[in-house]
């Protein structure tokens, strides 16, 4: 079964930096592109940041572009989300995905 685990999110100041983490089990995770989505209260969901299964190629939604980065690491099945100088829009529940996996998500909320 294969099960992509979210974790990091919480209650942070404008200006204020996170760092979420998804983990993955149930498949070789080296061989799949990941990729963290966010929805914001009633919005649909939206892209924020992917990279892709050799770590050479990375994208970013042009609204979190300079302040997200998105890293992972193979050997720990794990994908990381750093995101600097966050802003009130970016309050969201956080998914981590995989196609066609999804996290259950975690909360993040920016505080102005």
């Known amino acids: 079964q294969v099960q992509l685990v979210e974790s990091g999110g919480g209650l942070v100041q404008a200006g204020g930096s996170l760092r979420l983490s998804c983990t993955t089990s149930?498949?070789?995770?080296?061989?799949?592109?990941m990729a963290w989505l966010r929805q914001a209260p009633g919005k649909g969901r939206e892209f924020v940041a992917g990279i892709n299964w050799s770590r050479d190629s990375t994208s970013y939604a042009d609204s979190v572009k300079g302040r997200f980065t998105i890293f992972r690491d193979n050997a720990k099945n794990a994908v990381d989300l750093q995101m600097n100088s966050l802003k009130p829009e970016d309050t969201a529940v956080y998914y981590c995905?995989?196609?066609?996996?999804w996290g259950q998500g975690t909360q993040v909320t920016v505080s102005s």
């Open positions: 995905y995989s196609s066609p996996y």
């Open positions: 149930g498949r070789a995770f080296s061989w799949y592109n």
